[in-house]
């Protein structure tokens, strides 16, 4: 704002209090100062952007209006690759983007993603809350983006398909799978002998419809909230990976922010991170019985064969190789050895 648009406001708010209507007044005057767009690729009713909403709410609360945050669920401002250029140019101030997906930017964030790691939540959480995910977020700063301590829940991940169900390793055999754009996920399927297509979620539906792919992989909250499951017969349990959403901010305008708002938003951004976890992880608990009566046939193959089927292919020490030791090792110690 320059300074004489400052100093009209200023008196126009003076004014209003000569008049003595002040409230009403004041507040519609008052605009705030520090508006920044939060970008993302999930519907409006999944559990991110739902507690996106409340924490935008307390944010604008607990700043007394300083701080306006306008969210744009859905790719409305773009795919994933278009908005990480976005956060990287200041297009976007906030993007929450998965970590396998940020690794086209920071090769270390696609390390969760490592097929068959976690065996449940308990271990996620402390590998992400822990060194693991300090890591991570060390190695996400060097790129010269800022990112937030706790890191969002997208879930273990399904595989669904229109053509056939996954029953073991030899399933993947020639399977045309859509996966996100990730060089991980891509080395990942094409170890099983799939034959993966990367593609960004926002064509992912029309993808599935039109039969550009056979298949896609997805949390069981996300198949519903996108409604996959109206383009897909089968869904399989695989449990393949782990994947979660690191909320990135862009650097200049992040520390820009006086110190108090910034205090308050990271706060109420990782409280909103806590509550979100508990939603989705109960989501995808929950989903199973949802989907089957949507009509999806679900089935749920044995880990043990497709872990064998990565380790065969050299895709554990493939990946080792590409982390380095000090990686690796911090994912160990919270999973156990695995290569
Ligand atoms: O693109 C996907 O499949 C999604 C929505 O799960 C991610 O953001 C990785």
């Not at 979620?201 to 198949?223: C, D, H, M, W």
Request: charged share 20%; proline share 4%; net charge positive.
């Amino acid at each position: 704002m320059n300074f004489s648009r400052r100093t009209l406001l200023k008196a126009s708010a003076a004014m209003t209090f000569v008049g003595g209507v002040a409230a009403p007044h004041v507040a519609r005057a008052q605009q705030a100062e520090f508006t920044f767009k939060f970008a993302n690729n999930l519907p409006d009713v999944h559990p991110l952007n739902v507690r996106a909403k409340e924490m935008a709410a307390a944010i604008k609360t607990e700043t007394n209006g300083r701080f306006d945050l306008q969210i744009f669920p859905n790719n409305q401002l773009g795919s994933d690759t278009d908005m990480l250029s976005q956060i990287r140019s200041g297009g976007v101030e906030f993007f929450t983007l998965s970590g396998l997906i940020l690794a086209t930017l920071v090769p270390a964030a696609s390390i969760n993603g490592i097929g068959f790691a976690f065996p449940n939540y308990e271990s996620v959480w402390k590998a992400m809350d822990g060194e693991l995910g300090a890591y991570v977020r060390g190695e996400i700063a060097k790129a010269n983006l800022a990112v937030m301590d706790k890191i969002w829940d997208n879930g273990f991940r399904q595989t669904t398909s229109s053509t056939k169900p996954i029953n073991g390793p030899d399933d993947f055999k020639g399977f045309k799978i859509r996966v996100p754009v990730s060089p991980l996920w891509t080395s990942m399927f094409k170890a099983f002998d799939a034959a993966p297509a990367s593609i960004n979620f926002s064509e992912v539906y029309s993808a599935l419809q039109t039969k550009v792919v056979e298949g896609q992989e997805n949390p069981l909250a996300l198949i519903a909230t996108a409604k996959l499951y109206e383009v897909q017969k089968y869904c399989s349990l695989t449990n393949h990976m782990w994947d979660g959403f690191w909320f990135l901010a862009n650097r200049r305008a992040w520390e820009k922010l006086p110190e108090d708002v910034r205090t308050i938003v990271a706060k109420n951004v990782n409280a909103a991170a806590l509550k979100q976890r508990t939603d989705t992880e109960k989501l995808n608990a929950t989903t199973r019985d949802d989907l089957a009566a949507k009509g999806l046939i679900i089935n749920q193959p044995e880990t043990g064969p497709f872990r064998d089927k990565l380790r065969q292919a050299g895709f554990y020490a493939e990946w080792k190789g590409k982390y380095g030791d000090h990686a690796w090792d911090l994912l160990e110690k919270s999973v156990g050895k695995l290569a």
